[in-house]
């Protein structure tokens, strides 16, 4: 396969920069949930992407942040800072419209890899007047040495080709690693779960996204129907009760919402059935960080 190119590329950034909203972006599918609460990203997730000529194998990742007072603030961080040594290209995504002292830290790190990283500057939508770019670019420039910079905008796909163009060029030359129509890397059971969890979190209160959690306890596929059940974790009883809401309401608006998702995700129609229960202070506990799945 001659000058066929494959390879790593990580999608690196602040919280609530869009880093998931680019990745579905770029492999046309939504592969990683999104919101616009940071944070919502917990886990490394492939996208990939097979074009005549390349192999892009993306990797969402949950957004490098200061605080580190939780275990599950650390393990975010641990797995974000993690693939800047084991990708092939970086790609630094940041927000047009607002510089924050996280895009340092970000850029602190990048300062310790060799790797090659292009500057994409998002949500450009949200610029009236794009002339007002043109010195913000200027002043990226003398921050890094960037090997590109493009402004983009994800939920839109504005000059998101011209991004994949700079990628594909700079990926090492090399046979494809997975099958051409493979989207992540992830199971339908994991995806099943992060949907349920997508929908929780735009469904509470400001602060139950960070200390809620979803495992799959059964997962049973038929040819008409896929039976899932589900287990929402939180840390207090209080928290449990705004989950399943008044008279079950809450839930049941999850379970609505998420089953539609999971169907159009398994091609057949779904039984999903979900329990509410307390772990506590699980999000500061590394043993029952690695019993959900967190390493």
């Not at 007002?132 to 910079?149: A, G, H, M, T, Y």
Request: some cysteine.
């Amino acid at each position: 396969m001659n000058d066929f190119r494959c390879g790593y590329v990580a999608i690196v950034g602040r919280p609530n920069v869009g880093k998931s909203t680019l990745l579905n972006c770029l492999v046309g599918e939504k592969v990683s949930i999104i919101s616009p609460k940071p944070q919502t990203t917990r886990w490394q997730i492939f996208g990939i992407k097979t074009v005549p000529n390349a192999q892009i194998i993306y990797i969402d990742t949950p957004g490098i942040h200061r605080e580190e007072k939780r275990a599950m603030n650390r393990y975010m961080n641990r797995v974000a800072a993690s693939v800047l040594h084991d990708a092939d290209v970086i790609v630094f995504l940041v927000d047009a419209t607002t510089w924050r002292n996280e895009d340092d830290l970000v850029l602190n790190k990048l300062k310790e890899t060799t790797k090659p990283v292009i500057l994409a500057i998002n949500k450009i939508d949200l610029v009236a007047d794009k002339a007002k770019l043109l010195p913000q670019i200027d002043r990226l420039k003398e921050k890094f040495n960037f090997v590109s910079i493009v402004p983009l905008s994800a939920l839109d796909a504005d000059n998101t080709d011209a991004l994949e163009k700079e990628i594909i060029h700079l990926l090492p030359e090399g046979e494809p690693i997975f099958p051409e129509d493979q989207l992540t890397d992830k199971s339908i059971r994991f995806l099943a779960a992060e949907i349920i969890r997508e929908k929780l979190i735009q469904l509470t209160e400001e602060e139950l996204p960070y200390t809620t959690s979803v495992e799959i306890e059964q997962f049973k596929e038929g040819d008409k129907l896929t039976e899932i059940s589900a287990i929402i974790w939180v840390e207090r009883d209080g928290q449990r009760i705004i989950v399943i809401g008044k008279g079950g309401a809450k839930l049941k608006k999850v379970g609505i919402r998420a089953r539609r998702d999971i169907e159009k995700l398994v091609g057949t129609k779904v039984f999903l059935r979900l329990w509410v229960k307390v772990k506590d202070q699980w999000t500061d506990d590394e043993k029952a960080l690695r019993n959900l799945g967190y390493e």
